[in-house]
């Protein structure tokens, strides 16, 4: 549990200290998803697009709705990137049967493969950054507090 004790900051240095840890993360976030955006512009795919993919590939049979709330986006971006997905071949939509007013979304074969294209892109990143080299003790461990973490956010 965090006191005030915890969150008072007596000194400049000790400020920076505790606000370097968030400024690291986001440059790591950053640098990832640029390397993510550079390998897409190879297949004319947005990083956004690309999460869509892979959350149909884990849940086939989303709704349009469940993606806005599963990533918090407005429902035109969803709906114009699920336009260029299917256009593209890389999903299918089908009329729910039990709601005949909402589809379901499913994921081609071509876009399973791109799923598992992410997937490799995201591997060869780890493996460009040393991530693959951390102590499994200490990477068990920071997987854990990040899951904590964005399992918090969340709860806001």
Known sequence: ???????????????????????????????QQR??????????????????IMSICANEGLSQEDLVKTFGLNKST????LRSLEEQGYILRKVNPNNRRKNQIFATEKGKNLSNKFINYNLEWELKMGINNLNPIFREELAKLASKSLNDLNSY
């Open 1 to 31: 549990m965090i006191t005030e004790k915890d969150i008072l900051i007596k000194e400049p240095k000790e400020y920076i200290d505790k606000v370097a840890l968030i400024a690291q993360i986001s440059f790591i976030e950053r640098s």
């Open 35 to 52: 390397y993510m955006s550079n390998k897409l512009k190879e297949l004319n795919l947005f990083l956004g697009e690309v999460k869509l």
């Open 78 to 81: 969803v709906a114009n990137s």
